[in-house]
């Protein structure tokens, strides 16, 4: 089972990235899936999961952010727009038989990609 993250770099404050997460040894599509991130000094935070097709945000990243997934190819996506400086940070994918109501702890999820490095600058 791997999770594989991708599609990280570096980008000027307003700009957009797309991040990838590629699965392989399993089938995502009965599961849910998740991003997270963690800045330098600081804790690992929810940003976005979908499950079912319902999709969970953090509040910092509605309205900018999109998750969506690609069952057929086992894939799931973070779409970022309006980026921010404070958006710099490792994200990481995530994925696991979570319900609902847990999508937006991360001890609920089973897998976890190595993370890919997003940094906006100002």
């Known amino acids: 089972v791997q999770l594989q993250a991708s599609g990280g770099g570096l980008v000027q404050a307003g700009g957009s990235l797309r991040l990838s997460c590629a699965a392989s040894?399993?089938?995502?599509?009965?599961?849910?899936m998740g991003w997270f991130r963690q800045a330098p000094g600081k804790e690992r935070e929810f940003v976005a999961a979908i499950r079912l097709g319902i999709t969970k945000y953090e509040d910092s990243v509605k309205g900018r952010f999109t998750i969506s997934r690609d069952n057929a190819k086992n894939m799931v996506y973070l779409e970022m727009n309006s980026l921010k400086p404070e958006d710099t940070a490792i994200y990481y994918c995530a994925g696991g038989a979570t319900i609902i109501g847990r999508l937006r702890q991360a001890e609920a999820y089973d897998y976890w990609g190595q993370g890919t490095q997003v940094t906006v600058s100002s």
């Open positions: 040894g399993w089938t995502i599509s009965s599961y849910a």
